[in-house]
């Protein structure tokens, strides 16, 4: 009891949105990509590089909202890498998402050596570039914009058709091929304020691999919220509690190894994805062009 | 395979546009592209110890690669090599610290047996789930591998943990462990870690090239990656074969234990690994799941591995990890490449007439 109370306090509930965040906004931007469609592995990636040149804006500007904007335009150039190869090059869409994956993983290091000469990370940023709790608020409002999107204007009907039936889309006089670069833009800008709320909200730098794992975890998430945005908010949210919760016993002496509980998250993860809470149907032409 | 030519030329169209762009990035960086080249090429083959390390980065991504293809012919696609191979060491390691009496003959066969099924466990994991819950084998795997980075270092640190070393290691295994006694390969490379389990993994590359292509079992794996539903129909269980085949690829990239742990270190450190799993998607990719391609395909992507680790030194801006963009690129570039059309290039070259144009395999 006493362990329950120390964990479930106003802070939690602090510690809990701030690590959902990131969550929110990678996972709304894999709505976008997979309602439309195209199979998003390359979260990951976007956010990397959102965290990256967030930080970067930042350090240049002393203004967090430069940073925020400027990661966001990083994941949307992100995105176009992947959108000209899984769109116009029709490439496998996974492969080409991995691909992304490593890219920023080798591209972060190469603009740190150029800019401030360090092996991967950036300097630390001092209070005022930093956000408080601004990127929180802006997550829910977004995911709320997306949620009033998708269940009541014709964009939304437009993006959940892409990703079920393209040729329906063409017949009513719609560009499939349009439409599907449109989301994919909007899903790496989405990302990259992800990888953006990163470096400049949970973090005071960017360092690298800081997504660990978030990408996918967003993912699933969405698989978990089945590709709808209300349940896949809720999702987010327990994926962030479990990630709270893990934080929280570090603290706390419970007998059980670090290590353990840091892979508390994942496993949680795998069975989730497993179905074992409920099955999710996939938009049926997911990955197919 | 029908088009076994049309596939080389498309790898190396997707090689040669892959490195061509991923030197010119290097201009931005303020460094001569040519002279850059010539680092990679001379790191990599400048002396026998150079070649002997880039033999040695060879025999793991041969490891990982054939990994990769294996599942890649089921139809999956397993991103989780890292995190087999990493419980595949970890397991590997702790039977050579647990048990250092055991004598030599026995005490390597028995680490690589655990090493390489604790990599296989790895893998079944993911391969039951997609089979049998459905779940995306790519979400798994990748959290496979954050769960065995964790279990590593948990295993290494707490349990089994070097007290004499400042370093994030194990102790060192028992010696009847060490493939020294029985090593002609190092004779040729001196001080360089290359070992005997090159052979291992040329060996391991024949004999999977074999089972793929010249046995009902293959046949079996690979008409369940290609159309699963008219395998169903003609008496193949696809399921069964999925999971059969992410525990094969699982146990493949377990082998790494033998090259890293068994045949050069003899012990476990954290961060062994500059991160073969995903290496091996890029040398999968590269030998378009071939077992015998992905033998010239690892030793290209061992060779760069080496070569970039000198950039650091030779050049001002560019740093080893230039190695993963030019792989990320490489990527790219074959997978774009895969869908180049050959079929107007046909209709314009009269040579390429002379087979007719009538297989017709566009959409």
Same mark, same amino acid.
């Given at each position: 009891?006493?362990?329950?109370?120390?964990?479930?306090?106003?802070?939690?509930?602090?510690?809990?949105?701030?690590?959902?965040?990131?969550?929110?906004?990678?996972?709304?931007?894999?709505?976008?990509?997979?309602?439309?469609?195209?199979?998003?592995?390359?979260?990951?990636?976007?956010?990397?590089?959102?965290?990256?040149?967030?930080?970067?804006?930042?350090?240049?500007?002393?203004?967090?909202?430069?940073?925020?904007?400027?990661?966001?335009?990083?994941?949307?150039?992100?995105?176009?890498?992947?959108?000209?190869?899984?769109?116009?090059?029709?490439?496998?869409?996974?492969?080409?998402?991995?691909?992304?994956?490593?890219?920023?993983?080798?591209?972060?290091?190469?603009?740190?050596?150029?800019?401030?000469?360090?092996?991967?990370?950036?300097?630390?940023?001092?209070?005022?570039?930093?956000?408080?709790?601004?990127?929180?608020?802006?997550?829910?409002?977004?995911?709320?914009?997306?949620?009033?999107?998708?269940?009541?204007?014709?964009?939304?009907?437009?993006?959940?058709?892409?990703?079920?039936?393209?040729?329906?889309?063409?017949?009513?006089?719609?560009?499939?091929?349009?439409?599907?670069?449109?989301?994919?833009?909007?899903?790496?800008?989405?990302?990259?304020?992800?990888?953006?709320?990163?470096?400049?909200?949970?973090?005071?730098?960017?360092?690298?691999?800081?997504?660990?794992?978030?990408?996918?975890?967003?993912?699933?998430?969405?698989?978990?919220?089945?590709?709808?945005?209300?349940?896949?908010?809720?999702?987010?949210?327990?994926?962030?509690?479990?990630?709270?919760?893990?934080?929280?016993?570090?603290?706390?002496?419970?007998?059980?190894?670090?290590?353990?509980?840091?892979?508390?998250?994942?496993?949680?993860?795998?069975?989730?994805?497993?179905?074992?809470?409920?099955?999710?149907?996939?938009?049926?032409?997911?990955?197919?062009? | 395979?029908?088009?076994?030519?049309?596939?080389?030329?498309?790898?190396?169209?997707?090689?040669?546009?892959?490195?061509?762009?991923?030197?010119?990035?290097?201009?931005?960086?303020?460094?001569?592209?040519?002279?850059?080249?010539?680092?990679?090429?001379?790191?990599?083959?400048?002396?026998?110890?150079?070649?002997?390390?880039?033999?040695?980065?060879?025999?793991?991504?041969?490891?990982?690669?054939?990994?990769?293809? !294996?599942?890649?012919?089921?139809?999956?696609?397993?991103?989780? #090599?890292? *995190? @087999?191979?990493? +419980? /595949?060491?970890?397991? &590997?390691?702790?039977?050579?610290?647990?048990?250092?009496?055991?004598?030599?003959?026995?005490?390597?066969?028995?680490?690589?047996?655990?090493?390489?099924?604790?990599?296989?466990?790895?893998?079944?994991?993911?391969?039951?789930?997609?089979?049998?819950?459905?779940?995306?084998?790519?979400?798994?795997?990748?959290?496979?591998?954050?769960?065995?980075?964790?279990?590593?270092?948990?295993?290494?640190?707490?349990?089994?943990?070097?007290?004499?070393?400042?370093?994030?290691?194990?102790?060192?295994?028992?010696?009847?462990?060490?493939?020294?006694?029985?090593?002609?390969?190092?004779?040729?490379?001196?001080?360089?870690?290359?070992?005997?389990?090159?052979?291992?993994?040329?060996?391991?590359?024949?004999?999977?090239?074999?089972? !793929?292509?010249?046995?009902?079992?293959?046949?079996?794996?690979? #008409?369940? *990656? @290609?159309?699963? +539903? /008219?395998?169903?129909? &003609?008496?193949?269980?696809?399921?069964?074969?999925?999971?059969?085949?992410?525990?094969?690829?699982?146990?493949?990239?377990?082998?790494?234990?033998?090259?890293?742990?068994?045949?050069?270190?003899?012990?476990?450190?954290?961060?062994?690994?500059?991160?073969?799993?995903?290496?091996?998607?890029?040398?999968?990719?590269?030998?378009?799941?071939?077992?015998?391609?992905?033998?010239?395909?690892?030793?290209?992507?061992?060779?760069?591995?080496?070569?970039?680790?000198?950039?650091?030194?030779?050049?001002?801006?560019?740093?080893?990890?230039?190695?993963?963009?030019?792989?990320?690129?490489?990527?790219?570039?074959?997978?774009?490449?895969?869908?180049?059309?050959?079929?107007?290039?046909?209709?314009?070259?009269?040579?390429?007439?002379?087979?007719?144009?009538?297989?017709?395999?566009?959409?």
């Amino acid at each position: 009891m006493q362990i329950l109370s120390e964990i479930f306090s106003f802070y939690f509930l602090l510690s809990l949105l701030r690590g959902a965040t990131p969550l929110i906004f990678a996972s709304m931007a894999g709505l976008f990509s997979e309602r439309s469609g195209l199979v998003q592995i390359g979260l990951e990636g976007m956010m990397l590089m959102g965290a990256l040149f967030a930080a970067a804006g930042a350090l240049a500007t002393h203004s967090p909202w430069m940073g925020f904007i400027l990661g966001g335009g990083a994941g949307l150039i992100a995105a176009a890498i992947y959108g000209f190869f899984a769109i116009e090059l029709k490439s496998d869409q996974v492969v080409t998402g991995t691909a992304l994956n490593l890219l920023a993983i080798g591209f972060a290091p190469f603009v740190t050596k150029i800019l401030y000469d360090s092996t991967g990370s950036t300097p630390g940023l001092d209070l005022s570039s930093r956000f408080s709790f601004e990127p929180i608020l802006i997550a829910l409002l977004v995911s709320g914009v997306i949620y009033y999107l998708y269940h009541r204007s014709q964009l939304g009907i437009v993006l959940q058709f892409c990703g079920e039936e393209p040729a329906a889309v063409e017949t009513a006089g719609y560009s499939v091929r349009s439409w599907r670069w449109i989301f994919i833009l909007v899903c790496g800008f989405l990302a990259g304020l992800g990888g953006a709320s990163l470096s400049l909200f949970l973090a005071s730098s960017y360092s690298p691999m800081m997504t660990a794992g978030r990408g996918f975890i967003a993912l699933a998430a969405l698989i978990f919220g089945k590709w709808k945005p209300l349940p896949t908010l809720m999702a987010c949210l327990f994926f962030a509690t479990i990630e709270a919760i893990q934080i929280r016993l570090q603290g706390v002496d419970t007998g059980i190894p670090v290590p353990w509980m840091q892979a508390l998250p994942y496993v949680i993860t795998i069975v989730a994805l497993a179905g074992f809470f409920g099955r999710s149907q996939a938009p049926k032409a997911l990955g197919k062009i | 395979m029908h088009d076994v030519g049309g596939c080389v030329i498309r790898s190396l169209i997707g090689l040669f546009v892959g490195l061509a762009i991923s030197l010119s990035i290097v201009a931005f960086a303020g460094e001569n592209p040519f002279s850059v080249f010539m680092i990679l090429i001379r790191s990599a083959f400048g002396s026998p110890y150079d070649l002997g390390l880039a033999l040695f980065y060879t025999t793991s991504l041969i490891f990982t690669g054939l990994s990769v293809s !294996l599942a890649f012919q089921a139809g999956l696609f397993n991103i989780g #090599a890292e *995190g @087999q191979l990493t +419980v /595949a060491a970890l397991a &590997a390691a702790a039977t050579g610290v647990l048990l250092p009496e055991v004598p030599s003959p026995w005490a390597p066969l028995l680490a690589t047996t655990l090493g390489i099924s604790a990599g296989a466990l790895w893998g079944f994991i993911p391969g039951w789930l997609k089979s049998r819950r459905g779940s995306h084998e790519v979400i798994v795997t990748m959290m496979m591998n954050f769960i065995a980075a964790a279990l590593a270092s948990y295993v290494v640190l707490d349990l089994i943990k070097n007290p004499e070393s400042q370093n994030p290691e194990s102790k060192i295994l028992g010696p009847g462990y060490l493939l020294k006694d029985y090593d002609f390969v190092q004779k040729f490379f001196v001080d360089s870690p290359a070992n005997l389990s090159l052979i291992l993994a040329l060996a391991l590359s024949v004999l999977i090239y074999f089972f !793929l292509y010249k046995t009902i079992w293959g046949y079996e794996l690979r #008409a369940s *990656g @290609q159309n699963e +539903v /008219a395998s169903e129909m &003609a008496g193949i269980s696809s399921k069964r074969w999925k999971t059969l085949a992410m525990t094969i690829a699982g146990a493949l990239a377990g082998f790494v234990c033998v090259n890293e742990i068994l045949g050069s270190s003899g012990r476990y450190k954290i961060g062994f690994s500059p991160e073969y799993g995903f290496v091996g998607i890029a040398v999968a990719l590269l030998a378009r799941s071939h077992p015998l391609g992905v033998i010239a395909s690892a030793f290209l992507f061992g060779a760069l591995q080496k070569g970039a680790s000198d950039l650091d030194i030779e050049t001002a801006t560019i740093t080893k990890d230039f190695a993963r963009i030019i792989q990320a690129i490489l990527i790219f570039s074959v997978a774009g490449a895969t869908l180049i059309d050959f079929s107007w290039i046909r209709q314009k070259c009269f040579f390429w007439k002379k087979k007719g144009v009538t297989d017709a395999n566009f959409e």
